[in-house]
């Protein structure tokens, strides 16, 4: 059905649909409407609750092992060695000695790896996440958008599926353009609605997250963002795995995250090589975004 709610990225309100999900993750299966943008195709959350913590609990991760397991040849000793899945970080032109900040770095999991492996100077900053404070880590509980730097430019801002919960995605923009270098490097790895998992799951769709995902990106939406804010795509790498098919089939059948759900190897391996085929064809439901700043 149409809808007058205004696209937060384009900013049109013409000819947007609606449609209705609930809290999967967790089991609350609560509804919250969502818009899809008939311009730029992201869909984002109509209306956003006043306190989203509560969909925060204190055991609330983003698992990353699937970057645990390729980050020691992205990030350590000779950049030769990086890894077929991860090579977006091959031309970052990082070091141990470059200043990295991971937004939205939940319980340090990535910092803390960067630490042991010799990186000397990294700042995680998380308005949810409660963290001890970390040698050779610096811990800021607090908004990006809030963020004031004493640090000096960053050479690396990166956002591991961060970005969507964010509910200024202008601002944080904005923001990541005055504390980056002007030869630094801002990576944002998000889902993206524009994918086939999200054409045949709709609602149901595992990675729209409701509500903690307020925004669903798409490529054209993140060019809009790029755009808008002087910075240059330099490359998009798609980076879906087979649980966007597992999950998704999974809260179709009412069945939460967390839930036990049957599914053979032989069945796991197939979902796995077809989830790759969709990355082959850009058509996957998530993307690692590598900008730089336009040159003025």
């Known amino acids: 059905m149409d809808n007058n709610y205004k696209c937060s990225i384009c900013f049109n309100s013409k000819g947007n649909t609606s449609i209705v999900a609930k809290e999967m993750m967790f089991g609350l299966r609560e509804s919250f409407t969502y818009f899809h943008c008939n311009v730029c195709g992201c869909l984002q959350l109509a209306d956003i609750p006043s306190d989203l913590s509560k969909y925060y609990p204190q055991d609330y991760h983003v698992d990353i092992s699937y970057i645990n397991k390729n980050v020691k040849k992205i990030f350590v000793k000779k950049?030769?060695?990086?890894?077929?899945n991860y090579h977006f970080y091959k031309n970052l032109g990082i070091n141990k000695y470059s200043n990295i900040m991971d937004c939205g770095c939940g319980n340090?999991?990535?910092?803390?790896?960067?630490?042991?492996?010799?990186?000397?100077?990294?700042?995680?900053?998380?308005?949810y996440a409660n963290n001890n404070q970390i040698e050779n880590i610096r811990f800021i509980k607090q908004s990006i958008v809030d963020f004031n730097s004493s640090y000096g430019d960053f050479d690396l801002i990166m956002?591991?599926?961060?970005?969507?919960?964010?509910?200024?995605?202008?601002d944080v923009f904005e923001k990541s353009r005055k504390l980056l270098k002007d030869t630094g490097a801002l990576l944002i790895r998000v889902p993206l609605c524009d994918s086939f998992v999200y054409r045949k799951y709709r609602a149901n769709w595992y990675?729209?997250?409701?509500?903690?995902?307020?925004?669903?990106?798409?490529?054209?939406?993140?060019?809009?963002?790029a755009e808008?804010?002087?910075?240059?795509?330099?490359n998009v790498i798609y980076d879906s795995n087979k649980n966007q098919l597992i999950n998704s089939e999974k809260y179709s059948n009412n069945i939460t995250l967390n839930e036990y759900y049957e599914i053979s190897a032989k069945r796991k391996r197939i979902l796995n090589k077809y989830a790759k085929f969709l990355n082959f064809i850009s058509d996957g439901d998530q993307a690692a975004f590598i900008l730089r700043k336009r040159k003025k």
Do not use: V
């Not at 956002?159 to 202008?170: G, K, L, Q, T, V």
């Open 79 to 84: 950049m030769k060695y990086f890894s077929k």
């Open 228 to 234: 808008k804010h002087d910075f240059l795509i330099e």
């Open 159 to 170: 956002f591991h599926h961060s970005f969507e919960h964010m509910c200024n995605p202008h």
């Open 207 to 225: 990675q729209l997250d409701a509500p903690r995902h307020i925004f669903l990106y798409t490529r054209m939406a993140m060019e809009i963002l």
């Open 108 to 127: 340090l999991e990535l910092l803390k790896k960067l630490s042991d492996w010799g990186f000397q100077n990294l700042t995680g900053i998380d308005l």
